[in-house]
Structure formats: structure tokens, C-alpha cells
């Protein structure tokens, strides 16, 4: 036994990780594999630099976001979990109202693992899917953003791994062990979700990333932060809270492209968002190109919320596993038994919308909360393009717009929500979705910003730096 | 009809011919007359009349005792025949009031008990020097007839009357429900077809034919009937290695004490939990030496093998019809494992002394009736257990077993072990033939030898999971984790699913006749009790007797 390694001062954690023999165990066995993967697959080529991270040392106001620099091997990934709520009861399904479960449940085992496993794999996935992006990073602010999601990330994978090891014994070891093994977009032991299998591989897609599907990871945590099982309910609202970083990094992110092409087109006097040609000879990406990369990333997420009418999904929801988004904040009886969703499915050639029965719809509802959110996102970017008084406007495209899961995996639907043929489809999908040469072009931009105060020419620099620090700040320290 | 709940009348399995209702036991030298004479105002459940030797549970629970007893107790009794003190009547079978007014629970075990009960009239036949024949006097029909089945010899009366039958097709819309149908065609050969014509007659068929088409073995005049029986017994007797000048040893009636949450045997204890819907069954080791056959038989019915084998018998019995809800047995030992060796090792080494061998014949006996008890069965073998030679057995029976893993670290006086001996190799043999042990590893032949190369090793939780020996060894941070999970999730299974996969998993590897007198006509004989032609109001076991007639659903399916 290496009992040498003093794993409570290393991983900060309210979980009395101390005194918990079984969980030491589990760190012993997982922790070293864990730093492994981490240098395996980690950020390509800065593991060596200090960056300057956010670390949460407690969930108290003071501990959750601790800011310093730190070699990222040396990060002090924790075990955090919400604080504890007296008397919480099951806020919905056929254990409505009964005292929360402290312990996994027998009875859902198997479906509460899969949960965890499911959410678990997204985790790694993301920090492999971006590793190499450090290398072209836009701005030394960018590279740390980008290293802080990687962390975080880690730390929630971490905090999936905690709950299987602490709940599920022998076959919780193994689906941790199986959860640093899996990689994204290998052929043969890829992600769980086919999302975490797309490559990352530019900026703008990072911020399309952090944007569409860390938003996805957000629902899913929202509806997990609802669960009678105590412990996942607390671990996932914490996660939460830096879960919202993300999402700002991506939607700062997209924002800041935006409004650095309309400075570039304000400026040299193109008025047509369309002529593509003359505002990439500026180095700065068109509105048309970011349009069809929302295409594409919202598509892909959609997929992540599974088919719209699931029986997994109300089988979860009934045995109190998995909430709806804020379930606590919906006024209905929390049970759905004899309720309905309108869900829009093919019918006859034409998208409509019907009735189903509520609990099967859960990931309708869900998906459909998502697609409020992502409007929000798309009123702020537009604001940044009227601000520059171009005519031109971003929009979502329809949910059964390229989907390969679900009501409309078997259909060809327009941004719009027009079914069209096969034939239709092959000849316009590249006005929707970037083609070969719009990402070449995307990839031929990107030149790394390696210096303090630098930023590339395709992007604006950020309202403000990092927890107070300028925009200039030496945000990575690198080594030569 | 109201189902009558079983609950309510809780059962009781221990008795003694003092106290017998409906059989009488005489004996006679080497020979012994079991007759039964039901007491018709002596029913069970309530609520019906016994007519005509007709039977239900009260009746076949001293049937089962008489057979018990004459094996212990009797050691001198070679031959055992089975007759009516009723004139004219053997035995009509279950009692069809009974049969249309009881829960479906209660019936399926009536058949499963009745079922073991002829398997080990058989088995004594078989392998106990103790032989029955069957004397019909009058009519056997259904569950008469299949009880003569059950008996090496049949004998019937030839006066233009008596006929043997099984009517449950033609009169009832049921299946003979304990083995008539296989041990016809199985061990009688009786050609199919001709079967198929005895079958769908509902008065049966009597002298000359019956013997030609092999129903009986032998056909006898009234006015001889009595002496040529006797002979015929006698006869039989030459065949048996039955002891001349062997004392019996007595069955002294069972210590069994019981609360509503625990039951208390002498070496057995069960405690019930009816939330988790669990009981823990602990059988203790033994708690003096006994290192000969004399002290053995001394001890009689307290030796511990036996004792134990009684209480775990009417344990298994308690449970399956007194507490249908408790759908998971724990098993678990407790006590001085060497001593449960050395035990183990006096019974294989004096297996041929008639005593011992009604222990091992005993044990293989209820070890049957685990395997088929449709429950769930868990062993966890923790600290203080003794799970070695004789009750290493359990482990080979059950649906999973659970071992607790101590590594070096930990304290080894507490870390368990397992013991297997010759016992789980040679002489338990399962429903189809083999032993546990071969059943297991019915994929793997060549685990059965490197378990063999094992015997009498103590074995602790990676060795024993090394050797296929157990299911899993969670160690001492997992165990309450993984059993408390194990339990909650079994718990919330559909308990016919279960009960149907258990079945499926329990009997890999060859058919015999036992096998398919419960794989086979149990789960048909199941399937058409819960039919509405078997159960609903328009049929004939709901009808009979009223005079009106059948109304089936005629789909087939």
C-alpha cells in the first residue's frame, strides 16, 4: 500500500475523505491512473507551465474559487459536494415526497450506475477532444480559459468517479477504471456519446463546444441536481457553479469573433454579411460561416438529449432519479401520470407537433428548455452585430434539423423545419453546414497569440481579464 | 368458491402415527403395511370433505412422515406395501374441492411436496433396501394411481370393478400433477398411444387390459388378493441389504420455537424480515466430537447430521408455505469448521452403514428440495462460518454465493474459509443425475477435476474464487455495500420472473425422469392452473360436483 501520499491535504474535499477507508482505497488504485491519463491526454505541451487557475478548495463563498498559478498536473482537483440539506425529500416521481436516499437504492442500481456513467464519459472526453488546441491559442487569456475548462472538467470527471466508488463497490471501481480507458474518437473504444467523438478542432469550434454542448451539461446536471439520490443531487449542483464558466467562455468566445468581423467589415466599408470573399481577405471569420457552425453544434447537442420520446428517460424520472430543468420551480404534480407534452414529430411528411404522454416526453422537455436557453445566446450575439448596424441576423436552426437521434434521425429538414428529399439536401447542405473549405479556412487562421496583451486578428479582446486582472495579464507563464 | 388463504392455518410438518389422521403403519417382520384410511372430517385448509381417500396437504404430510419414519426408524423393514382401509376405494386422488378453492401459491407447493414426497418413496426403493409395492384393493384414480406409479410393484384387485385411472383431462381440464403423466411413458414404458387412450378415460381401465398395457404388474383375484400381496412383498425383501439386528433410530418430535420475526430449531435458526422480505437462515456446526458410528447411533435422532437435516427439511417447508412473501433465503453457518470436517469425513467413510447412509440419502434429499424451492437462494460465507464438506453443499445449490476476501493485512482468525470433501463429489446428487459440483461446471469439465485436487484444503476467498468455488469476494470495505445492494435489488424483481429464470439457471445438464417430473409437468401443470379453463368460474375444477359442464376457451395455443 502507498499510504505515503497524504490525500486529504492533496484533494481538497468535504466528504471526510480522511476517515474514509473505503474511499482512500479508491483513490489510491484511481488516482495515480487518473494522473496518467491526465498527462496523456491532458493539454498537449503546457503541463509544464504555470497558468493561472481557479481552484475550488471549499463550496463556501471564499473556497470555491481560489485563484493562483499552478503547474496543471499539480491541480488540486477536489470532492466537493453541495452542503447538505436537512429534511429534503424526493421532489418528484413514484417516491414523491419520500425522505431522499442516502444510499444507492437496490432497487435502481443498475439505472443510477448508468446515469453516472453516461455524465461521467463527457468529462474526459471534452479535455481530449481540445488538447491540442493550446497550440493556436488567440491569447494568453484564451490558453488559461481554455486550461481552466480542461481542469474543471477533470474535476467533474472526478466527481462522477467519486460517486461510483463511494456507492457502487466493486462494479463502481470498474466503470471508474473503464471511464479513463474509453477515448474520444477512437475506433474502437470511443466516448459513450457520439458528440464526444467529433473533433475539436479549432477555436471557434471550442467556443461553439463551450457554448451548445457544455450547455447540454448543463440541463443534464440541472435535471441530475433534482435527484432523490442525495449525494448526486449535491455533487451536481456544485458542479454547477463552474459549469457556468464554461458557458461563458464559449459564448464570451463566439461573441468577441462576432464583433471583431463587424469591426473588420465596419471598417473597411463592407456592408453585404454575405460577400464572404471580401471579408475573409481581412483574416476575420463571415457571419454565413459562424451561422452554419451554430448549425452544426446545436444538431449535434440536440442528439446529446437522446430521442424525444424515451422510455429510459421516464423510467428515470419515475423512480426519482433524474429530474426535469428546475423541477422544483414547475407547477404540476411532479408525478406526470395522466399528463401530456406537446412533441413535434414527423407526421405525413410534415413536422407537427402532438401530445404525448408526459413522462415518456421527459427529453423533449428537456431538449426544448435547452433550445430556450440557446435563444438567449443568440439575442446577445445579434446584439453585437446591431450594435454594428449590419444587417444580418443569427439564428437556431429548427431542432429537426440534422439530427441523427431521434423523431427525425430518418429525415432531411431544412434550418427552417421544411422536410426536403435526399436529392434537395445533397444539393444545399453545404449553405447550412461548414464545408471542406469553410473550416480549412477557419483552420488557416489560426495562428497562436503567444504574448501577454496579444490577440489574434480573428477575435476582439475580452471586456475584462480574469478575476480582476487586465486583459494583458501573463495569464500562462510559458517555459521556453 | 373464496380462495382459502394457507396463511391463515399456518402448517405444521412435524408428526408422529400417534397422532396420524389417515394412515396407519403395521409392522410385521421384515415387512410393513402402510394403509391409508383418510378421516374425511380431517381437512387441512378447511372447508371440504376427504371422500373416498381422497388427500390434500394434511394427508400427505403423514404419508411423507410414515415414509421418514419407516426409513429410521425401521431398519429391519424391507418392504414396504402401500393399501387402502377403505373397501373398495385405493385412493381418488387430490381433493378436487381443495384443488378448485386453494390460493395458487398453496397449490403449486401442494403439487411440489407431493411431487418429492413419491420421489422419495423411490428413492427408498431405490437406494434404501426399503421397497414399495403398491396393493389397489379398489379404485385408483389421479393422484391414487400416480402414488401406485411412484411403488416398484403394482398390484390390483381383479373383481370386474377396481380400475386404475387418470381422469384430469376428460373430468377436470388439469394435468395429473404429481408425475403420473411421465412415469407412465418413462418408467413404465407404456407404449404413447396407448397412453394417450388410458389418459382421456375418465373411469380408467381395469383387469386383463391394465396388466397387458403394462398399468400394473400383476392382477390378482379377490380371494387371494391379501395373501399373494404378502407373498409378493416378501419376496421383494430378498433383494434388499437392509441390517437384520440394527436398532431403529428414533424420531423424537422437532423442537421448532416461533415469533413473528424468528424460528428456532435445534442447529437452525430463521430470522424473517418482512421488510426486506429476506430470511437468514443460519445452521450451526456441530458442538460435541463424534469420531465413531457407535456414538453416532447412540446419539440417534440428536446426531447433529441429522438433527441439523431435520430442522433444515421443516425449515424449507415452514418457508414455502407459511411465508410465500419472503422471497430470498441467506444462508449461513456458523461454528467450528474443522469439526464440520471431521463429521464430513465420518459419514463418506461409513456411507455403506445403513444409518449413515439414511443421513447422506436424507441430505441429498433436502438439498433436492433447495434446488427446487422457488425462492431465491444467497450464501454468505462470513467469519465463524463452516461452510465444509457436508454443508459445503449449500454453496453448489444456491443461486449465488458471496465470500468475504481478507487480505494479509487482516485479522486471520476472522477471515472464513471453505472446505470441499469427497461428499460434494460423490453422493449428492442433483434431480438430473450429477452432483452439484459437475453441474456447475458443466462447461468447464476440467474444473471439476482441480476442484477435486482441492478436497479437504481450507480455501479462503480469492482461492475459492479462483477455483469457481463462489460468486464473488467482496472484502470487509465492500461487503455491506454489495449484500445490502444484492438484497434491495433482488427484492424489487418480479418474484415469477425469478422464480422462472432461478428454475432455468438451477438444472443445466441431463433429463431424467425427476427432472421432467418437475421441469416439465410442474410448469405446464402451472401454466394451466392460472388458464381461465383450469381457474375460471365456467370450469370444470370450479364446476365439479355441480353437476353443470365445462365451458372452455377452445384457442389452442
Redesign the interface.
Known amino acids: 500500500m502507498s499510504a505515503e501520499v497524504n490525500y486529504d491535504s492533496l484533494i481538497p474535499n468535504n466528504v471526510d475523505l480522511a476517515s474514509d477507508?473505503?474511499l482512500r482505497?479508491a483513490m489510491e488504485q484511481w488516482y495515480p491512473k487518473y494522473l496518467d491519463w491526465w498527462k496523456q491526454m491532458g493539454p498537449d505541451g503546457f503541463q509544464d507551465c504555470d497558468v493561472y487557475l481557479r481552484t475550488a478548495v471549499s463550496v463556501d463563498r471564499e473556497g470555491w474559487a481560489q485563484f493562483g498559478f499552478v503547474k496543471m498536473p499539480d491541480y488540486r482537483w477536489g470532492i466537493l459536494l453541495a452542503p447538505r440539506e436537512e429534511n429534503r425529500t424526493i421532489g418528484f416521481g413514484r417516491h414523491m415526497g419520500q425522505p431522499v436516499w442516502q444510499?444507492?437504492?437496490?432497487?435502481y442500481?443498475?439505472m443510477l450506475r448508468r446515469l453516472m456513467v453516461v455524465q461521467g464519459d463527457t468529462e474526459p472526453a471534452s479535455v481530449e477532444q481540445q488538447r491540442f488546441l493550446g497550440k493556436t491559442a488567440p491569447s494568453l487569456y484564451d490558453m488559461r480559459n481554455l486550461f481552466q475548462v480542461n481542469v474543471e472538467e477533470g474535476r467533474h470527471l472526478w466527481a462522477m468517479v467519486y460517486l461510483l466508488q463511494k456507492?457502487?463497490?466493486?462494479d463502481g471501481r470498474e466503470e471508474a477504471e473503464a471511464l479513463l480507458q474509453r477515448r474520444s474518437g477512437d475506433e474502437d473504444r470511443p466516448r459513450i456519446l457520439g458528440a464526444f467523438n467529433e473533433e475539436t478542432p479549432d477555436w471557434l469550434s471550442f467556443f461553439m463546444f463551450t457554448t451548445f454542448t457544455d450547455r447540454d451539461g448543463k440541463m443534464q446536471l440541472e435535471s441530475l441536481a433534482q435527484s432523490g439520490f442525495d449525494p448526486l443531487a449535491r455533487t451536481c449542483r456544485f458542479m454547477l457553479t463552474e459549469e457556468g464558466h464554461h458557458m461563458f467562455v464559449g459564448r464570451t468566445g463566439v461573441e468577441r469573433v462576432i464583433q471583431r468581423t463587424c469591426e473588420v467589415m465596419n471598417k473597411n466599408g463592407i456592408t453585404d454579411p454575405d460577400d464572404i470573399q471580401a471579408i475573409r481577405r481581412f483574416g476575420v471569420v463571415d457571419l454565413p460561416t459562424i451561422q452554419k457552425k451554430i448549425n452544426f453544434h446545436t444538431a449535434v447537442t440536440l442528439d446529446l438529449f437522446g430521442s424525444e420520446i424515451s422510455t429510459n428517460a421516464a423510467n428515470s424520472f419515475n423512480a426519482g432519479l433524474k429530474g426535469r430543468f428546475r423541477e422544483h420551480q414547475i407547477k404540476d404534480d411532479h408525478k406526470l401520470e395522466n399528463d401530456t407534452y406537446p412533441v413535434a414529430q414527423v407526421v405525413d411528411g410534415e413536422v407537427k407537433v402532438l401530445e404525448v404522454s408526459a413522462l415518456s416526453a421527459i427529453n423533449a422537455r428537456l431538449s426544448d428548455d435547452y433550445i430556450a436557453d440557446c435563444e438567449n445566446v443568440m439575442k446577445r450575439w445579434n446584439r453585437v452585430i446591431d450594435e454594428h448596424q449590419i444587417r444580418y441576423h443569427l439564428h437556431l436552426p429548427h431542432r429537426a434539423f440534422h439530427r441523427k437521434v431521434g423523431e427525425f434521425s430518418e429525415v432531411r429538414v431544412t434550418p427552417q423545419g421544411l422536410l426536403i428529399s435526399d436529392r434537395e439536401w445533397s444539393k444545399k447542405y453545404h449553405d447550412w453546414l461548414p464545408s471542406e473549405s469553410d473550416l480549412e479556412y477557419i483552420l488557416s487562421l489560426m495562428e497562436p497569440s503567444l504574448l501577454p496583451g496579444e490577440f489574434s486578428n480573428w477575435i476582439a479582446p475580452p471586456k475584462a481579464g480574469i478575476n480582476g486582472q487586465p486583459g494583458e495579464y501573463e495569464y500562462v507563464r510559458l517555459v521556453a | 368458491m373464496q380462495e382459502i388463504e394457507a396463511k391463515l392455518v399456518d402448517l405444521d410438518f412435524r408428526t408422529e402415527p400417534n397422532s396420524y389422521h389417515h394412515w396407519k403403519i403395521s409392522i410385521d417382520g421384515e415387512l410393513a403395511f402402510l394403509e391409508m384410511d383418510v378421516d374425511e372430517n380431517v381437512c387441512a385448509l378447511g372447508g371440504y370433505e376427504l371422500k373416498l381417500n381422497s388427500y390434500d396437504i394434511g394427508v400427505d404430510i403423514e404419508l411423507y412422515d410414515a415414509i421418514q419414519r419407516l426409513r429410521f426408524e425401521h431398519p429391519e423393514v424391507k418392504a414396504v406395501v402401500i393399501q387402502s382401509g377403505k373397501p373398495g376405494t385405493f385412493c381418488a386422488g387430490a381433493n378436487i374441492r381443495m384443488l378448485g378453492s386453494a390460493s395458487h401459491f398453496h397449490k403449486v407447493n401442494f403439487c411440489k411436496f407431493t411431487n418429492e414426497t413419491r420421489n422419495a418413496l423411490e428413492e427408498a426403493s431405490k437406494y434404501s433396501g426399503q421397497i414399495y409395492l403398491c396393493a389397489l384393493s379398489g379404485a385408483a384414480a389421479g393422484g391414487g394411481y400416480e402414488l401406485a406409479l411412484a411403488t416398484e410393484y403394482i398390484m390390483l384387485i381383479d373383481d370386474g370393478n377396481a380400475a386404475v385411472s387418470l381422469p384430469e383431462v376428460p373430468l377436470l381440464g388439469v394435468l395429473p400433477g404429481t408425475g403420473g403423466l411421465t412415469r407412465l411413458v418413462d418408467k413404465r414404458g407404456v407404449r404413447r398411444d396407448l397412453a394417450d387412450v388410458f389418459c382421456t378415460i375418465e373411469e380408467g381401465i381395469k383387469g386383463e387390459r391394465a396388466l397387458q398395457w403394462r398399468l400394473i404388474d400383476e392382477l390378482i383375484p379377490r380371494s387371494k388378493f391379501e395373501s399373494k400381496v404378502r407373498e409378493k412383498a416378501l419376496s421383494f425383501t430378498k433383494t434388499s441389504d437392509r441390517p437384520n439386528n440394527e436398532k431403529g433410530i428414533k424420531l423424537n418430535r422437532l423442537d421448532k420455537k416461533s415469533n413473528e420475526t424468528k424460528v428456532r430449531y435445534p442447529f437452525l435458526t430463521m430470522e424473517l424480515d418482512r421488510v426486506g422480505r429476506t430470511v437468514t437462515l443460519t445452521l450451526e456446526g456441530p458442538i460435541d466430537d463424534c469420531n465413531n458410528i457407535d456414538t453416532a447411533k447412540c446419539q440417534g435422532g440428536d446426531f447433529w447430521p441429522l438433527a441439523l437435516f431435520r430442522a433444515f427439511d421443516d425449515a424449507l417447508l415452514h418457508l414455502r408455505f407459511n411465508e410465500p412473501e419472503l422471497g430470498t433465503l441467506i444462508l449461513k453457518t456458523n461454528g467450528d469448521d474443522s469439526e464440520v470436517s471431521s463429521y464430513s469425513s465420518l459419514l463418506e467413510k461409513n456411507s455403506s452403514d445403513w444409518f449413515i447412509r439414511e443421513i447422506l440419502l436424507y441430505a441429498q434429499r433436502v438439498y433436492k428440495r433447495l434446488d427446487v424451492t422457488a425462492r431465491t437462494t444467497f450464501a454468505f460465507i462470513e467469519p465463524r462460518s463452516c461452510f465444509h464438506g457436508l454443508l459445503a453443499e449449500i454453496l453448489f445449490s444456491v443461486d449465488r454465493s458471496y465470500m468475504l476476501d481478507c487480505d494479509e493485512n487482516s485479522d486471520l482468525e476472522d477471515a472464513p474459509n471453505i472446505s470441499i470433501s469427497p461428499l460434494n463429489f460423490e453422493f449428492f446428487r442433483m434431480a438430473n443425475g450429477l452432483t452439484r459440483i459437475e453441474t456447475r461446471f458443466l462447461g468447464e469439465p476440467e474444473s471439476v477435476d482441480r476442484a477435486r485436487s482441492l478436497i479437504n484444503k481450507k480455501l479462503n476467498g480469492s482461492a475459492a474464487l479462483n477455483a469457481g468455488l463462489i460468486t464473488?469476494a467482496?472484502d470487509d470495505?465492500?461487503w455491506d455495500?454489495?449484500i445490502?445492494?444484492?438484497?434491495?435489488?433482488?427484492?424489487?424483481f418480479s418474484p415469477d420472473a425469478l422464480t422462472g429464470m432461478e428454475a432455468n439457471l438451477r438444472f443445466a445438464g441431463p433429463e431424467t425422469a425427476e427432472t421432467k417430473i418437475f421441469g416439465r409437468l410442474s410448469a405446464w401443470q402451472n401454466w394451466i392452473f392460472q388458464r381461465p379453463n383450469a381457474a375460471g368460474d365456467e370450469s370444470a375444477l370450479k364446476l365439479y360436483g355441480t353437476g353443470r359442464r365445462a365451458n372452455y376457451d377452445r384457442k389452442r395455443t
Open positions: 477507508v473505503k482505497r444510499e444507492v437504492p437496490g432497487e442500481r443498475a456507492y457502487f463497490g466493486r | 464473488f467482496p470495505i465492500d455495500d454489495e445490502r445492494l444484492l438484497l434491495e435489488e433482488r427484492a424489487s
